[in-house]
């Protein structure tokens, strides 16, 4: 063993109670960044779940048409106010072409065709309105997580078959099998509920029906047509740069779910602002801790030191000897704070309604970021200490 | 006569930037293998300056200063380090060990320095100078739990450890009782006479520097006296 670390060592056990008190302190500051790091990332990526759960990650949609001004004459000024149109139905040119422009791009790992719009559903004397969504079942399945959320019946969509969300099942008092009347614009079809669905969401489990594609279309009047492709990328995060691959691809309009959740992006990125601000402050208030007791331990041991370097102990065997303390603090803490941060991550995890993960890479960064405080705040000490003039530091004169 | 293993010449020191202070005034000495030789003088006279430059743990102002041959000034830190660690060995009066070492592994220090770390070869060396100093019994023990006499003694030990051509030793019996002070120096003297180890004693006890073979007196940073203790001393 370097004699750097033997003497560290020795100094740490003969200095008990202060290695221990300063120990604790880089325990509780790195179980409290462990604790904290993967509270916020469980709480994101719960958000993120949650928001995304029932929204494809990007949604393509035939362009719509551009407002006119009614009148363009030449060498005349008009005071004009150019108004948008009445939302009109738009059909989605080629979209089968574009669907395959979409799942070849880069990112996507899964599509979707969908036909939505408003409808009625009745059920006896009981109606409601909903939001009818109509795809197809195995391409549907990877952009909604329906089937991991059904509460009863299957996940089935076949031409007589409809999903309700378990809300508006209640509304209507419809169970499994039981016949529902969807109507749009004077069509109207009778299906049979073979599946209802929870996503937690209470506009999707109390708003949402879901039939075929060939149904919805039918009962929306578009066959053959399309409102929106849905696609699902592999990060979710990377999603405005996939939808602006798709949009160069296709020329139509894309939207990823970041630019439609604006507000959810703001309130994400202020939580992880703040997060990373508790992080930073404590690993400042554990360099301080470790620094000022270093900086005591070196005044402290003045004398020592000079007699070491007086008896041919090297200036970096000196510098060592306390960068190894520094590391030693650091490394001890980070194990010991793991453990505490994962028990207190546990602990939260009992009350909180998310599961909280501790990744391996937040462990292993938590060991690296408290090894590299350790030697950064040891540093200053360990200079000063290596820098004694070993004739004023046996006088007492430092 | 042997050939010098110090010599200093011209050797000068001085302190303080703007209103600079001349402590050592142009050092000329000499110190040959296996002498005693004891350094007096009053206080501020320049002891403690000179000490530190034989021992290499400061650096002259001018001059020139010579370890076994080798001159010092041009040296860097680390070749000073090491040669002070091979060649010289240092016995302080408030004994310095190290509290969070054993006595063994205090003795070991100047060796273990030199490997890199305590190595357990170096027990047997240590085992046999702590040996020879009478505390073999103290050998795991921490220097909290010697008395101030052991404690120097373990510290002339630790100053043997590397088998040092000169010890420099900075008033060794100045914080001990008669006894203590009687057994260290004659300790020393055994060492001595045994090894060919030679000491420069920096003291202020006059008996103690008449049975040094040689005395040296430094007044106001000058050298007024070199030779027998009784030509520089007087007549007891």
């Not at chain 1, 209640?170 to 499994?176: E, K, S």
């Not at chain 1, 007791?293 to 004398?303: A, D, F, K, M, T």
């Not at chain 2, 040996?131 to 120097?152: F, Y």
């Amino acid at each position: 063993m370097r004699l750097s670390l033997q003497l560290a060592l020795r100094f740490l056990r003969e200095g008990k109670t202060q290695s221990i008190l300063i120990l604790l302190g880089v325990t509780i500051g790195v179980a409290t960044f462990v604790f904290v790091a993967a509270l916020m990332d469980a709480l994101q990526v719960n958000l993120v779940q949650k928001t995304l759960g029932s929204q494809a990650h990007i949604v393509i949609e035939p362009r719509e048409a551009a407002p006119r001004p009614l009148f363009e004459t030449a060498n005349t000024v008009f005071l004009r106010r150019v108004m948008g149109t009445e939302p009109r139905r738009t059909s989605f040119d080629q979209w089968q072409r574009q669907l395959r422009r979409v799942e070849a791009t880069d990112g996507v790992v899964a599509a979707c065709p969908k036909v939505t719009g408003s409808v009625l559903i009745v059920r006896g004397a009981l109606q409601q309105g909903a939001l009818l969504l109509g795809g197809d079942p195995q391409r549907l399945r990877r952009i909604v997580h329906i089937p991991d959320n059904m509460t009863r019946g299957v996940y089935r969509l076949g031409s007589d078959d409809v999903l309700i969300g378990a809300t508006l099942a209640a509304d209507l008092d419809v169970g499994v099998g039981g016949p529902v009347r969807i109507t749009s614009e004077g069509r109207s079809v009778t299906l049979r509920v073979a599946g209802i669905f929870r996503l937690g969401n209470a506009a999707v489990d109390g708003g949402w029906v879901i039939t075929s594609l060939r149904s919805a279309q039918t009962l929306l009047d578009r066959v053959g047509d399309v409102t929106a492709i849905d696609a699902r990328v592999a990060s979710p995060f990377e999603a405005d740069e996939i939808a602006a691959r798709i949009r160069g691809r296709t020329g139509v309009k894309v939207q990823s779910w970041m630019a439609r959740n604006q507000e959810l992006l703001v309130a994400l990125r202020a939580q992880a602002s703040s997060g990373l601000m508790i992080r930073i402050f404590v690993l400042l208030a554990v360099a301080m801790g470790i620094a000022s007791v270093l900086i005591v331990s070196v005044v402290q041991r003045s004398g020592q030191i000079g007699i070491m370097r007086a008896v041919g102990v090297r200036r970096q065997v000196v510098l060592g000897v306390f960068l190894w303390q520094g590391a030693v603090f650091g490394i001890a803490g980070a194990a010991l704070g793991c453990g505490l941060g994962a028990i207190a991550v546990r602990g939260m995890e009992s009350s909180a309604l998310f599961a909280i993960p501790l990744k391996p890479e937040l462990l292993a960064t938590s060991l690296l970021v408290s090894l590299a405080t350790g030697l950064l705040s040891a540093f200053l000490p360990a200079r000063r200490a290596s820098r004694l003039d070993p004739a004023a530091a046996i006088r007492g004169d430092t | 006569m042997t050939q010098p293993i110090l010599r200093l010449q011209g050797v000068r020191r001085s302190f303080g930037a703007e209103v600079a202070v001349e402590v050592l005034k142009g050092i000329d000495l000499e110190i040959r293998q296996g002498e005693l030789v004891a350094l007096i003088g009053p206080s501020g006279s320049g002891k403690s300056t000179l000490l530190n430059q034989i021992g290499l743990l400061d650096r002259p102002s001018a001059g020139r200063l010579y370890v076994d041959g080798t001159d010092t000034i041009g040296l860097d830190d680390g070749a000073i380090t090491e040669l002070r660690g091979r060649f010289l060995g240092f016995v302080f009066q408030f004994h310095h060990l190290l509290p969070a070492l054993t006595v063994l592994e205090n003795i070991m220090l100047p060796k273990a320095a030199q490997a890199g770390g305590f190595r357990s070869e170096m027990t047997v060396r240590a085992r046999e100078i702590l040996s020879r100093v009478g505390l073999s019994e103290c050998a795991d023990k921490w220097p909290k739990q010697l008395s101030g006499g052991m404690q120097q003694r373990v510290a002339v030990a630790r100053a043997l450890m590397n088998a040092p051509a000169l010890v420099l030793a900075d008033e060794p019996t100045g914080n001990l009782d008669t006894e203590s002070s009687d057994r260290v120096f004659e300790l020393l003297v055994e060492i001595n006479e045994l090894h060919d180890t030679a000491f420069l004693i920096v003291t202020h006890d006059r008996a103690l520097a008449r049975r040094c073979e040689r005395v040296i007196r430094i007044v106001d940073g000058r050298i007024v006296g070199d030779g027998l203790p009784q030509d520089v001393l007087g007549p007891e």
